[in-house]
């Protein structure tokens, strides 16, 4: 019987080491390459599939983190130095989205996913203001740690609030549900180690403009949930502290995928999107897949 998930034979391959902690990966199709952060060295790498080789793409840049490639090939990322939401366009260019709330600063961008509607959907954790090496020490001004929405339209606007430490982010194949993991087991200040789901509200005309009934979707018990990707099945991976655990729609395990190191993150990509990379501590691994990731959808809320 074919394996749903995995071609036979397939295994993990390391594509690169040398970080130190490495997170935010993302693959780039107009390069064939995988962007990804080191972030207590403050630098991000680029690995080529096309030469197989590891290069600095840059360096001093404020402990980025999480990663999404916006339709026009810009990246847009999280910065926990500038503490700011930021878009790299395709000549390089690096400018800000978003860095206050009411006038106070957010505390430390982690993760982003991109909504049907275009707007960006990101976590604001206080690792990067807490957390040595990950950023510098600061206040949480805003006083709470929530995860936000942003469009041109709208700014910027808490749609998650209760939520200890929001890490990870993504949306089901719908766009109907957003997926928010809690890491707050890693710094002891609560017992998060799961991922919760939420219902995307909004209307016809603005279809992605909150988020309401939040779940448990599931539990991590080894390490933390920390990045997640959700595949085209609506199938969610997720990073833990021994490897790469994969859950049905409904929350329910189905497979568990040994990674010599600790997972911090995943994406799908590679030329037919079925690679999945992904960083764990020190590396960067690829591991073959039958699956590949949802397509961004262009509908959502009702």
């Known amino acids: 019987m074919t394996d749903p998930l995995l071609p036979e034979g397939t295994r993990i391959d390391r594509l690169a080491t040398g970080g130190i902690w490495t997170e935010g990966p993302l693959w780039i199709p107009a390069s064939r390459t995988v962007r990804w952060s080191d972030i207590p060295n403050d630098r991000i790498l680029q690995w080529s599939a096309a030469t197989g080789e590891t290069s600095v793409h840059r360096q001093g840049v404020e402990f980025t983190n999480g990663r999404a490639l916006d339709t026009d090939g810009s990246v847009i990322q999280c910065s926990h130095g500038r503490r700011r939401l930021e878009r790299e366009r395709p000549d390089g260019t690096v400018e800000a989205i978003a860095s206050h709330w009411n006038d106070a600063r957010l505390n430390s961008p982690n993760d982003i ?163 999945l990379f992904i960083t764990a501590t020190t590396s960067l691994y690829r591991l073959r897949t039958s699956t590949r990731a949802a397509a961004r959808p262009t509908g959502a809320a009702d």
């Open 113 to 275: 996913a991109i909504a049907p509607d275009g707007s960006y959907w990101f976590t604001d954790p206080d690792y990067g203001i807490v957390q040595p090496n990950e950023g510098h020490p600061g206040e949480r001004e805003y006083g709470a740690r929530f995860v936000f929405r942003w469009s041109p339209a709208d700014g910027l606007t808490p749609v998650i609030t209760d939520i200890v430490q929001p890490n990870g982010i993504a949306f089901s194949p719908d766009g109907r549900t957003v997926y928010v993991t809690d890491t707050a087991a890693g710094l002891d200040d609560g017992p998060g180690h799961w991922i919760r789901a939420y219902d995307v509200t909004g209307s016809t005309e603005h279809p992605c403009i909150g988020a309401a009934r939040g779940h448990t979707f599931a539990v991590i018990d080894v390490g933390l949930p920390d990045g997640i990707a959700v595949d085209e099945r609506g199938r969610m991976w997720s990073s833990a502290g021994d490897g790469v655990h994969v859950f049905e729609p409904d929350g329910t395990e189905i497979r568990f995928i040994p990674v010599p190191e600790v997972v911090s993150n995943l994406c799908f990509g590679g030329d037919d999107g079925t690679d």
